[in-house]
């Protein structure tokens, strides 16, 4: 069931808006759709694996950790030292 929606927003940022649906053969009350769709379905973390950006990739796996190595143990070392 489609409902209608009324927004008020800036007059410059619809008509880039429009020029860019239309750039992309879709209207522009499709595109929001599709925003609104994405902002709703990222926050659902639970059923999505989040997506890693280039740069964690590539820094992924550089430092290389003991397999025992207690982290939070680690952790707690360090805030002692620093606040002693």
Do not use: W
């Not at 003991?66 to 805030?79: E, Q, R, T």
């Amino acid at each position: 069931m489609e409902t209608k929606l009324t927004l008020r927003l800036n007059e410059s940022i619809i008509e880039k808006a429009k020029e860019y649906a239309r750039s992309r053969n879709m209207s522009l009350s499709k595109m929001v759709e599709q925003y609104l769709d994405s902002v709703v379905s990222t926050n659902d973390i639970s059923s999505k694996q989040i997506e890693l950006t280039p740069l964690v990739k590539e820094l992924s796996g550089v430092l290389k950790v003991p397999a025992d190595f207690d982290y939070k143990n680690d952790y707690s070392d360090y805030l002692e030292n620093k606040y002693q």
